[in-house]
């Protein structure tokens, strides 16, 4: 049996109540996996996986309005470790960026005293991680480094800014969200502030939302689809500002850019979600709530997949999917399908009971799985759902249009093993496949070319199950009430209670109830309805039993209802202590029990005091009317037990020997005195031993009473006559010889009863509400409670230790005061905050590591950084044993026994589904990788092993299809695998892909539609996709009272007329090259693309700085061979499409942008390599990484490319293979991991010998186990 061991340390903490108005938008959840949520000037740091509140910041001053978690978009190593970085942003304007494992403050940044109004890290370059973007009120933005606190640029704008957005795709593009419109920035650069003052657009729209205008259907004589669908959502943006009457943006809750796909923006108003295109200025899709619906409050777009998480008012959260309307049999007349995007409600989840002050205030979503949603209440609750996928057909309306969701036939990138172990939940990319993916090719394209994304609409393949979402609730935080509170801790540690002692801390509440902490950790042991109005005071009567009183609302008359209760925690029964009294009478002012926790006083305020025995609660004494007013009362410490129980003990062993006889007293003797010496010990409540008791108190006019109480006597004692320097007495305090009074000018006087000496202190703080003695043998500490703060005071030495006062150091007021242990205090103040301070009464922020958490928590970021990188390494790779564990111990690591202790407490704090998939010997060395930084939220990780995992393996089944060993160079590209990367990698994905994504987009452009602008653009975005025949169409619709009606009327001639002969295609060029050195960079590269000479675009493109452009025009210009083998209709639709640019031309236009990107004014090399690895450049990006020094990532991709065969360990190769194998040797070496730096130091050739010497120094020879190993895996690597 385990032996019972009592933690009796309590560490500085705050117990958070109810939330601010101002901190609603205070909620960030973190790559790290933790949420930060502000709390009025506090900072909560919650574990969302246990529900635990793991840190409490506090620094501000004001209240904390805007939180914002660090990115960890960069490469970990030990000089950039795994860091819990937060800042925060707070009403006062101040900024502060923290250490949260410490709890301090790495820097604190001011600009203006108005409240931050946004906060984002920049991710977007390799540089510096330590850049800040602010909104400072009114217009400033400001760019500051988080690590040294210094202003890099500021910036002014016209209008107030309310709020910003980056474009995920295109870190130089903004949208600002201002008072009158959208303000898009194309300029933004960490080095230099925006040159120009952005591009303004309003948003207006008709006076009917669009959610109630009527079905497109009933609208008469709509003689297009495109004019259906304008009528169905009539909100477009315009560079003029709109009229007063119009709806204009002031009503816009919301903007953000879609990370699920490029050019796409989300605007949230209150009864609808538009989704605009941001090429077309075009909404091209609504979420719109019926008139009876719940209306928005705040809208988190999904980067997996294209996807809503909406919050509603009454705290409902519901998760839309996208689909397209275009069913089956529209799809072969599209001019006749109603095309747009529409969201389908997948999934909801409970609704909260909204009330005054009970609404939801925010909702996060983890960032790194987006299957997790925590929703913040006004109350201080956290509630945390879980979505979660149910495999199996559900009993769907088939009327209500929804087409159902599949789950994936892949794990963490790679296709799934046929005894493979799985978490289906492990993300929402793992849940539920792409709308645009998975699906047999030839579902994607209409006798007309266009795409379509409906394609789920007809069965997948039979491997998929169909699945069903649901949220569940897997944790709930809830704070405190709203104030005021009364505290009182329970009786202190002594020897006698050590074995069962529990540091409990009683919260009495306004609304009656009694709430029951346990400081140790700070978690609620109960929750007691006591009370039916509001808690004034509670007393402890022991360990598990205390009284409390509350008083209701006086009447006319200025008679309360009292209520005092005796509550026994262990059952929690209560029982009205006086009984029958309590109606109609004064109210209690104070209850004190004696120290022997025998007797109780009742003072009322203009009622003689009550006399009560504790223990068989009866009344001992009514005082007589002409009782003197008590203004303070305290009993005293000394009493005459311990004499009582010597005689009492002494009278027993008398009568135990007379009834023994001579002959058997010796014999008996001892046990029998042992046997009284236990029952004595046992049980004191039981004896009938009533001990004298002392207690003293004050009148209105000073003068101290002192009375004597013993059994049912009373006897009154001597008087003090007031001391003149003293006003009206407030408050007394007693312990041992030292008594201490406060009266309510604020002036202190202590007492010195052995020495019969006085002193009086004026402290000039008014009116002492409150004053207590430090529990513990000699402790004459004593904490003292004003109107405006708290004073701890030495009372041996009379001074003051330290001292708190509102807007000096603390910007909250005190409610209730106490002691917790010899050295630590409990304040209740009124933001409705319970703190437990150090007696320097400083900042409740604390270590994390030093904690004692109830439930373990998964975060390798509370490790130091070394053992951060060791835990993550031991995850990825352990090439040194047969079979996977999870027992650091078991592994040659040479670290402190501490260090391995917390590592372990990490392996243990996983979950049992994730060791076991870890464990699972079918988990490829590519699916290993993204689950452990998908475990680390690891985003640099992440991304890189995504793109890398897919290309690896499309690269290899190219390689496996290839007949007669015809072996593929790099920049050819592979055929399409079975899974497709996600729209949301952008210009990574499959150019097949990618283009059929596009011209699905443009089919929506042109559906959508509404003036000549947009045609435009239609037209010349179909001209670059290679759809002339419909781009003639839009070109010939030019009304003839247009200006471009001539112009674009011979474009159309051209565009059908044109050859590809030697002349014709001379002049178009030269008329091409022409326009584009007179500024008209776009119509000369259609003019390019007409003529096949897309690879020349592409390199004016780049030539002009276009870089974005230029890649995109060489994805969807580029041939692949699969095409052809598309079905017979497909076949026939791209015979329009004009094929410009062969793989190997489409190949260097983006190599050309990975060196750009390379630059030293770019700096986005992680981008650049991600682009090499689309284009299957292997060596290359191996040579990068080693260059970069990312020696780890380097040395397990070359690992990956050589097992899946897509590198080839040959004389070109072999150097950068052994130089990376021999750098991840030395860095295990340098993390402790003797086996691991073995393993690959042998596979380094001659310069890995030497570091095998010198690991194995002094040992002799290798161990014969490291060669097998090496043997093995080396066999592994050519298979």
Same mark, same amino acid.
């Given at each position: 049996?385990?032996?019972?061991?009592?933690?009796?340390?309590?560490?500085?903490?705050?117990?958070?109540?109810?939330?601010?108005?101002?901190?609603?938008?205070?909620?960030?959840?973190?790559?790290?996996?933790?949420?930060?949520?502000?709390?009025?000037?506090?900072?909560?740091?919650?574990?969302?996986?246990?529900?635990?509140?793991?840190?409490?910041?506090?620094?501000?001053?004001?209240?904390?309005?805007?939180?914002?978690?660090?990115?960890?978009?960069?490469?970990?190593?030990?000089?950039?470790?795994?860091?819990?970085?937060?800042?925060?942003?707070?009403?006062?304007?101040?900024?502060?960026?923290?250490?949260?494992?410490?709890?301090?403050?790495?820097?604190?940044?001011?600009?203006?005293?108005?409240?931050?109004?946004?906060?984002?890290?920049?991710?977007?370059?390799?540089?510096?991680?330590?850049?800040?973007?602010?909104?400072?009120?009114?217009?400033?933005?400001?760019?500051?480094?988080?690590?040294?606190?210094?202003?890099?640029?500021?910036?002014?704008?016209?209008?107030?800014?309310?709020?910003?957005?980056?474009?995920?795709?295109?870190?130089?593009?903004?949208?600002?969200?201002?008072?009158?419109?959208?303000?898009?920035?194309?300029?933004?650069?960490?080095?230099?502030?925006?040159?120009?003052?952005?591009?303004?657009?309003?948003?207006?729209?008709?006076?009917?939302?669009?959610?109630?205008?009527?079905?497109?259907?009933?609208?008469?004589?709509?003689?297009?689809?495109?004019?259906?669908?304008?009528?169905?959502?009539?909100?477009?943006?315009?560079?003029?500002?709109?009229?007063?009457?119009?709806?204009?943006?002031?009503?816009?809750?919301?903007?953000?850019?879609?990370?699920?796909?490029?050019?796409?923006?989300?605007?949230?108003?209150?009864?609808?979600?538009?989704?605009?295109?941001?090429?077309?200025?075009?909404?091209?899709?609504?979420?719109?709530?019926?008139?009876?619906?719940?209306?928005?409050?705040?809208?988190?777009?999904?980067?997996?997949?294209?996807?809503?998480?909406?919050?509603?008012?009454?705290?409902?959260?519901?998760?839309?999917?996208?689909?397209?309307?275009?069913?089956?049999?529209?799809?072969?007349?599209?001019?006749?399908?109603?095309?747009?995007?529409?969201?389908?409600?997948?999934?909801?989840?409970?609704?909260?009971?909204?009330?005054?002050?009970?609404?939801?205030?925010?909702?996060?979503?983890?960032?790194?799985?987006?299957?997790?949603?925590?929703?913040?209440?006004?109350?201080?609750?956290?509630?945390?759902?879980?979505?979660?996928?149910?495999?199996?057909?559900?009993?769907?309306?088939?009327?209500?249009?929804?087409?159902?969701?599949?789950?994936?036939?892949?794990?963490?990138?790679?296709?799934?093993?046929?005894?493979?172990?799985?978490?289906?939940?492990?993300?929402?990319?793992?849940?539920?496949?792409?709308?645009?993916?998975?699906?047999?090719?030839?579902?994607?394209?209409?006798?007309?070319?266009?795409?379509?994304?409906?394609?789920?609409?007809?069965?997948?393949?039979?491997?998929?199950?169909?699945?069903?979402?649901?949220?569940?609730?897997?944790?709930?935080?809830?704070?405190?009430?709203?104030?005021?509170?009364?505290?009182?801790?329970?009786?202190?540690?002594?020897?006698?209670?050590?074995?069962?002692?529990?540091?409990?801390?009683?919260?009495?509440?306004?609304?009656?109830?009694?709430?029951?902490?346990?400081?140790?950790?700070?978690?609620?042991?109960?929750?007691?309805?006591?009370?039916?109005?509001?808690?004034?005071?509670?007393?402890?009567?022991?360990?598990?039993?205390?009284?409390?009183?509350?008083?209701?609302?006086?009447?006319?008359?200025?008679?309360?209802?009292?209520?005092?209760?005796?509550?026994?925690?262990?059952?929690?029964?209560?029982?009205?202590?006086?009984?029958?009294?309590?109606?109609?009478?004064?109210?209690?002012?104070?209850?004190?029990?004696?120290?022997?926790?025998?007797?109780?006083?009742?003072?009322?305020?203009?009622?003689?005091?009550?006399?009560?025995?504790?223990?068989?609660?009866?009344?001992?004494?009514?005082?007589?009317?002409?009782?003197?007013?008590?203004?303070?009362?305290?009993?005293?410490?000394?009493?005459?037990?311990?004499?009582?129980?010597?005689?009492?003990?002494?009278?027993?062993?008398?009568?135990?020997?007379?009834?023994?006889?001579?002959?058997?007293?010796?014999?008996?003797?001892?046990?029998?005195?042992?046997?009284?010496?236990?029952?004595?010990?046992?049980?004191?409540?039981?004896?009938?031993?009533?001990?004298?008791?002392?207690?003293?108190?004050?009148?209105?006019?000073?003068?101290?009473?002192?009375?004597?109480?013993?059994?049912?006597?009373?006897?009154?004692?001597?008087?003090?006559?007031?001391?003149?320097?003293?006003?009206?007495?407030?408050?007394?305090?007693?312990?041992?010889?030292?008594?201490?009074?406060?009266?309510?000018?604020?002036?202190?006087?202590?007492?010195?009863?052995?020495?019969?000496?006085?002193?009086?202190?004026?402290?000039?703080?008014?009116?002492?509400?409150?004053?207590?003695?430090?529990?513990? &043998?000699?402790?004459? #500490?004593? %904490?003292?409670?004003?109107?405006?703060? /708290?004073?701890?005071? !030495?009372? *041996?030495? $009379?001074?003051?230790?330290?001292?708190?006062?509102?807007?000096?150091?603390?910007?909250?007021?005190?409610?209730?005061?106490?002691?917790?242990?010899?050295?630590?205090?409990?304040?209740?103040?009124?933001?409705?905050?319970?703190?437990?301070?150090?007696?320097?009464?400083?900042?409740?922020?604390?270590?994390?590591?030093?904690?004692?958490?109830?439930?373990?928590?998964?975060?390798?970021?509370?490790?130091?950084?070394?053992?951060?990188?060791?835990?993550?390494?031991?995850?990825?790779?352990?090439?040194?044993?047969?079979?996977?564990?999870?027992?650091?111990?078991?592994?040659?690591?040479?670290? &402190?026994?501490?260090? #391995?202790? %917390?590592?372990?407490?990490?392996?243990? /704090?996983?979950?049992? !589904?994730? *060791?076991? $998939?870890?464990?699972?010997?079918?988990?490829?060395?590519?699916?290993?990788?993204?689950?452990?930084?998908?475990?680390?939220?690891?985003?640099?990780?992440?991304?890189?092993?995504?793109?890398?995992?897919?290309?690896?393996?499309?690269?290899?089944?190219?390689?496996?299809?290839?007949?007669?060993?015809?072996?593929?160079?790099?920049?050819?590209?592979?055929?399409?695998?079975?899974?497709?990367?996600?729209?949301?990698?952008?210009?990574?994905?499959?150019?097949?892909?990618?283009?059929?994504?596009?011209?699905?987009?443009?089919?929506?452009?042109?559906?959508?539609?509404?003036?000549?602008?947009?045609?435009?653009?239609?037209?010349?975005?179909?001209?670059?996709?290679?759809?002339?025949?419909?781009?003639?169409?839009?070109?010939?619709?030019?009304?003839?009272?247009?200006?471009?009606?001539?112009?674009?009327?011979?474009?159309?001639?051209?565009?059908?007329?044109?050859?590809?002969?030697?002349?014709?295609?001379?002049?178009?060029?030269?008329?091409?090259?022409?326009?584009?050195?007179?500024?008209?960079?776009?119509?000369?590269?259609?003019?390019?693309?007409?003529?096949?000479?897309?690879?020349?675009?592409?390199?004016?493109?780049?030539?002009?700085?276009?870089?974005?452009?230029?890649?995109?025009?060489?994805?969807?210009?580029?041939?692949?061979?699969?095409?052809?083998?598309?079905?017979?209709?497909?076949?026939?639709?791209?015979?329009?499409?004009?094929?410009?640019?062969?793989?190997?031309?489409?190949?260097?236009?983006?190599?050309?942008?990975?060196?750009?990107?390379?630059?030293?004014?770019?700096?986005?090399?992680?981008?650049?390599?991600?682009?090499?690895?689309?284009?299957?450049?292997?060596?290359?990006?191996?040579?990068?990484?080693?260059?970069?020094?990312?020696?780890?990532?380097?040395?397990?991709?070359?690992?990956?490319?050589?097992?899946?065969?897509?590198?080839?360990?040959?004389?070109?190769?072999?150097?950068?293979?052994?130089?990376?194998?021999?750098?991840?040797?030395?860095?295990?070496?340098?993390?402790?991991?003797?086996?691991?730096?073995?393993?690959?130091?042998?596979?380094?050739?001659?310069?890995?010998?030497?570091?095998?010497?010198?690991?194995?120094?002094?040992?002799?020879?290798?161990?014969?186990?490291?060669?097998?190993?090496?043997?093995?895996?080396?066999?592994?690597?050519?298979?």
């Amino acid at each position: 049996m385990i032996p019972y061991t009592v933690n009796i340390k309590l560490a500085a903490r705050t117990l958070t109540g109810t939330l601010h108005l101002q901190n609603k938008a205070a909620v960030d959840w973190g790559w790290q996996g933790l949420i930060a949520q502000g709390c009025h000037s506090s900072i909560l740091i919650i574990d969302p996986k246990t529900s635990q509140t793991i840190q409490v910041l506090e620094r501000h001053k004001a209240n904390v309005v805007k939180v914002k978690w660090s990115r960890e978009n960069y490469y970990h190593n030990q000089s950039s470790p795994y860091c819990l970085r937060l800042a925060s942003g707070d009403a006062s304007g101040k900024i502060i960026v923290w250490d949260v494992v410490s709890g301090t403050a790495h820097c604190e940044i001011q600009e203006h005293s108005k409240p931050i109004q946004d906060l984002e890290w920049l991710w977007n370059q390799d540089a510096s991680r330590d850049l800040l973007l602010a909104i400072h009120p009114p217009n400033y933005i400001v760019l500051w480094n988080g690590d040294t606190g210094t202003k890099l640029w500021k910036k002014s704008y016209a209008e107030n800014i309310l709020s910003f957005s980056f474009d995920p795709f295109d870190p130089s593009n903004m949208a600002l969200l201002t008072s009158e419109g959208i303000v898009f920035i194309t300029d933004f650069s960490h080095s230099k502030p925006p040159g120009s003052a952005g591009k303004k657009v309003y948003i207006a729209s008709p006076h009917a939302s669009p959610a109630h205008t009527k079905p497109a259907s009933a609208i008469s004589l709509a003689p297009t689809g495109a004019k259906k669908a304008l009528n169905k959502v009539k909100v477009l943006i315009t560079n003029e500002k709109p009229t007063a009457e119009a709806v204009t943006l002031n009503d816009c809750l919301q903007l953000s850019y879609l990370p699920s796909k490029r050019n796409h923006m989300l605007l949230l108003y209150p009864r609808e979600i538009l989704i605009l295109d941001l090429e077309l200025s075009q909404t091209v899709g609504v979420v719109a709530i019926e008139r009876s619906g719940v209306p928005f409050v705040q809208v988190i777009p999904c980067a997996q997949r294209d996807a809503l998480y909406c919050l509603h008012e009454n705290g409902c959260i519901t998760l839309r999917v996208c689909r397209s309307t275009t069913t089956q049999e529209e799809a072969t007349d599209p001019e006749q399908s109603t095309h747009e995007l529409l969201y389908d409600l997948r999934s909801q989840c409970d609704a909260i009971r909204v009330t005054k002050t009970v609404r939801p205030y925010r909702m996060v979503i983890c960032p790194v799985n987006e299957n997790s949603a925590a929703l913040m209440v006004s109350d201080g609750r956290a509630m945390l759902w879980e979505l979660k996928a149910h495999t199996g057909r559900a009993v769907t309306n088939q009327s209500s249009g929804l087409s159902p969701l599949y789950t994936p036939i892949s794990f963490c990138g790679s296709p799934l093993g046929t005894n493979q172990k799985r978490i289906q939940d492990l993300s929402l990319n793992s849940m539920i496949v792409s709308v645009y993916a998975d699906l047999p090719s030839s579902h994607y394209l209409s006798q007309e070319g266009q795409t379509l994304i409906a394609g789920e609409a007809l069965p997948p393949s039979s491997i998929q199950q169909e699945v069903q979402l649901k949220f569940l609730l897997s944790g709930l935080l809830s704070g405190l009430p709203l104030p005021p509170f009364a505290l009182r801790m329970c009786p202190p540690l002594t020897t006698k209670n050590i074995n069962h002692y529990q540091p409990l801390l009683a919260i009495g509440t306004s609304n009656g109830s009694v709430l029951v902490y346990n400081l140790t950790s700070g978690l609620l042991h109960k929750e007691l309805s006591v009370h039916s109005c509001e808690v004034r005071g509670i007393e402890w009567l022991s360990l598990t039993s205390f009284l409390s009183f509350a008083t209701s609302a006086p009447n006319n008359m200025g008679m309360v209802r009292n209520e005092l209760q005796h509550v026994d925690l262990l059952t929690g029964r209560c029982f009205a202590f006086r009984g029958e009294r309590g109606n109609d009478e004064p109210p209690i002012e104070m209850m004190k029990v004696s120290h022997l926790k025998q007797y109780l006083v009742v003072v009322f305020r203009d009622k003689p005091l009550e006399l009560w025995d504790t223990r068989t609660g009866t009344l001992l004494r009514e005082m007589a009317k002409n009782f003197p007013t008590v203004t303070a009362l305290e009993w005293s410490p000394s009493h005459n037990l311990k004499s009582l129980k010597k005689k009492q003990m002494a009278a027993r062993e008398a009568i135990a020997r007379q009834t023994v006889s001579d002959a058997e007293q010796s014999i008996v003797e001892s046990s029998v005195i042992s046997l009284l010496q236990d029952a004595e010990s046992k049980s004191e409540s039981s004896q009938a031993i009533s001990a004298r008791e002392h207690f003293v108190f004050t009148d209105t006019d000073g003068q101290v009473y002192h009375i004597t109480v013993e059994g049912n006597t009373v006897k009154d004692g001597a008087r003090i006559p007031p001391d003149g320097s003293m006003g009206s007495i407030a408050c007394i305090a007693w312990k041992g010889d030292t008594l201490v009074l406060g009266d309510v000018d604020g002036n202190l006087n202590f007492w010195d009863l052995k020495a019969r000496l006085s002193r009086g202190i004026p402290t000039h703080r008014g009116w002492v509400k409150k004053i207590r003695f430090a529990p513990g &043998k000699g402790n004459q #500490k004593l %904490l003292v409670m004003y109107t405006d703060g /708290a004073e701890v005071w !030495d009372t *041996k030495e $009379v001074q003051m230790v330290s001292s708190m006062r509102i807007g000096r150091n603390v910007n909250y007021r005190v409610l209730d005061i106490d002691w917790c242990t010899s050295d630590k205090v409990v304040l209740a103040s009124d933001d409705g905050c319970i703190r437990v301070l150090e007696m320097a009464m400083k900042s409740a922020s604390y270590r994390m590591d030093e904690q004692d958490l109830t439930d373990p928590v998964w975060c390798p970021y509370l490790l130091v950084p070394r053992a951060a990188l060791t835990l993550k390494t031991f995850l990825l790779l352990q090439p040194w044993s047969g079979t996977f564990t999870m027992d650091i111990t078991q592994v040659d690591y040479t670290e &402190k026994d501490e260090i #391995k202790g %917390l590592i372990q407490e990490q392996l243990n /704090a996983m979950s049992n !589904d994730m *060791k076991s $998939v870890l464990q699972d010997p079918e988990l490829s060395l590519l699916q290993r990788c993204l689950l452990v930084s998908r475990l680390f939220g690891d985003e640099s990780d992440l991304h890189f092993w995504t793109v890398a995992s897919h290309y690896i393996q499309a690269f290899a089944q190219a390689r496996l299809s290839t007949a007669e060993g015809n072996t593929q160079g790099e920049g050819t590209k592979p055929p399409p695998p079975q899974n497709h990367l996600d729209i949301c990698n952008d210009i990574l994905c499959e150019s097949s892909y990618f283009q059929k994504f596009q011209l699905d987009r443009v089919h929506l452009q042109e559906v959508k539609r509404s003036s000549y602008e947009h045609t435009k653009k239609c037209a010349d975005q179909l001209l670059l996709l290679g759809q002339t025949d419909r781009a003639v169409q839009l070109l010939l619709e030019t009304s003839a009272d247009n200006a471009s009606y001539y112009c674009d009327s011979l474009k159309a001639c051209l565009v059908t007329t044109i050859t590809s002969s030697g002349p014709s295609q001379s002049t178009i060029k030269l008329v091409a090259t022409n326009m584009i050195a007179n500024g008209k960079l776009a119509e000369g590269v259609q003019l390019l693309c007409l003529i096949d000479k897309a690879a020349d675009a592409c390199r004016y493109l780049q030539t002009y700085g276009e870089w974005n452009r230029a890649a995109w025009l060489a994805k969807v210009t580029q041939h692949d061979g699969v095409r052809q083998q598309e079905a017979s209709h497909t076949v026939k639709c791209l015979d329009s499409v004009r094929v410009r640019l062969n793989p190997a031309e489409s190949s260097d236009v983006l190599k050309r942008w990975a060196e750009h990107l390379c630059s030293q004014q770019v700096n986005q090399k992680s981008k650049a390599i991600l682009v090499l690895l689309s284009l299957g450049c292997f060596y290359k990006v191996g040579e990068m990484l080693h260059g970069m020094r990312y020696f780890d990532r380097a040395a397990l991709f070359i690992e990956a490319c050589l097992k899946y065969g897509v590198m080839e360990a040959d004389d070109s190769s072999n150097k950068l293979i052994k130089s990376a194998f021999l750098e991840y040797a030395r860095l295990l070496r340098s993390l402790g991991l003797r086996e691991g730096a073995a393993l690959w130091a042998s596979r380094a050739g001659s310069a890995g010998e030497q570091l095998m010497e010198e690991l194995f120094q002094g040992e002799g020879s290798v161990p014969e186990s490291v060669i097998s190993e090496d043997k093995e895996l080396g066999q592994e690597s050519t298979e």
